[in-house]
């Protein structure tokens, strides 16, 4: 397309890319600018370096960037200002600002989401999914050389009705109930895994990785929410648990926590959000099926990020606060003292410590090691012994 006559331009999703597990660093899900650079040269080669850009973040993309990410998208911000080349706007939630202006300039969407809970308010979605591109890296044969292309992110109709449970949840184990000793079910803990079938919720949301864990059907297999069989994507690597729970519920003896809803996994590397809604980047902690406490709409959309970080080569959890609306609190272990962390401060987070969100949901890192010797210098998971999980 020739520049300047009229070439159609197009609406990035900032987070979205910046995110994207299928741009370098391949498979890593953390947050990272870098990767915007890459699609927008992209753009540029594959459209015409005239063709209009317009680039849109969540608010939350800037507490959730490193520290010098975020110096540098805000500085963007303000170039773009002064030059006039290209927008930059953040908005409390941007899916359905950037589909809007998308759909009044007719231009294209560079996301990689299927918007499967915009569908009904935007059908263009599915009338015009040519206008919906995402992008592939061709790692290449030179070693660092990398080679990202622009292509249609395959948006398909959503079936009016969902693929069919065909296991039934009340068969399923859940990760709290999986048996350490059992041979496939520490294989389940030990990987990453992906839902494939169409017009599952999961598939969508979280297209390169399941976020939460499996479930587990009766003959030990990762199972999804929507019954399909999992993918199995390959080892995690160093992981820590996470447990949420209701915070007005009482701590029982060894560590337990009452009022549990939720445990998730966070592997080195790797940053999770925590919010309300769909999260394509995280989890729901408001989903019905968790049957969350009724405080929990005291969290905000996009609340908080852990990530699990090296730090002088051993694993530290991190947690950043995204500007919610009613705030998270520390409670540093043992500790009676709160402290309410300010939006983008990140802080250190330990085994004794708690983080409450919103006056409402406790956050802790689990005190169980299913991941003991850190995997990697495990030779082959026996049947038992060799894979040893503790549990404290
Ligand atoms: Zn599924």
Redesign the pocket.
């Known amino acids: 397309m020739t520049p300047g006559t009229g070439s159609p331009g197009a609406v990035v999703d900032v987070s979205n890319v910046c995110w994207s597990e299928h741009l370098p660093p391949l498979g890593r899900h953390f947050p990272l600018l870098r990767r915007l650079f890459l699609v927008l040269d992209a753009w540029r080669e594959q459209y015409g370096a005239g063709a209009p850009l317009g680039l849109v973040a969540d608010d939350s993309l800037l507490r959730s960037l490193l520290p010098e990410d975020s110096r540098r998208l805000r500085q963007l911000q303000r170039e773009a200002g002064a030059k006039g080349a290209r927008e930059v706007r953040f908005v409390p939630h941007a899916d359905p600002e950037f589909l809007r202006l998308a759909r009044e300039r007719g231009w294209y969407v560079v996301s990689a989401d299927q918007f499967v809970d915009l569908r009904r308010s935007e059908p263009w979605i599915e009338q015009q999914p040519e206008r919906f591109l995402s992008w592939s890296t061709d790692v290449g044969s030179k070693a660092g050389h990398a080679r990202v292309r622009l292509r249609p992110s395959g948006i398909q109709a959503v079936p009016a009705h969902k693929?069919s449970q065909a296991i039934e949840y009340k068969e399923l184990k859940h990760v709290q109930r999986l048996d350490p000793k059992n041979r496939e079910h520490v294989r389940i803990l030990r990987s990453h895994w992906r839902?494939t079938?169409r017009g599952?919720?999961?598939?969508m949301r979280w297209p390169d990785r399941l976020l939460d864990w499996p479930s587990v059907s009766r003959s030990g297999r990762a199972v999804?929410?929507?019954?399909?069989l999992l993918e199995e994507l390959g080892p995690r690597g160093v992981t820590r648990m996470f447990v949420v729970s209701d915070a007005m519920a009482a701590d029982l003896p060894g560590g337990l926590s009452a009022g549990e809803f939720m445990r998730f996994p966070v592997s080195l590397g790797d940053a999770v959000q925590l919010g309300r809604g769909t999260l394509s980047h995280g989890i729901n902690l408001g989903a019905d099926e968790l049957r969350p406490p009724l405080g929990v709409k005291r969290v905000s959309r996009t609340h908080l990020t852990v990530s699990l970080e090296d730090s002088s080569g051993n694993p530290q959890v991190y947690a950043v606060d995204l500007g919610s609306g009613n705030g998270t609190v520390l409670l540093r272990g043992g500790s009676t003292v709160e402290r309410r962390l300010e939006p983008g401060e990140r802080v250190a987070f330990g085994e004794k410590d708690r983080l409450v969100l919103g006056g409402t949901v406790t956050l802790r890192i689990s005190g169980q090691r299913h991941f003991t010797g850190e995997q990697a210098s495990l030779p082959e998971l026996g049947g038992s012994g060799g894979g040893s999980t503790l549990l404290s």
């Open positions: 693929v839902c079938a599952c919720d999961k598939a999804c929410d929507c019954g399909a």
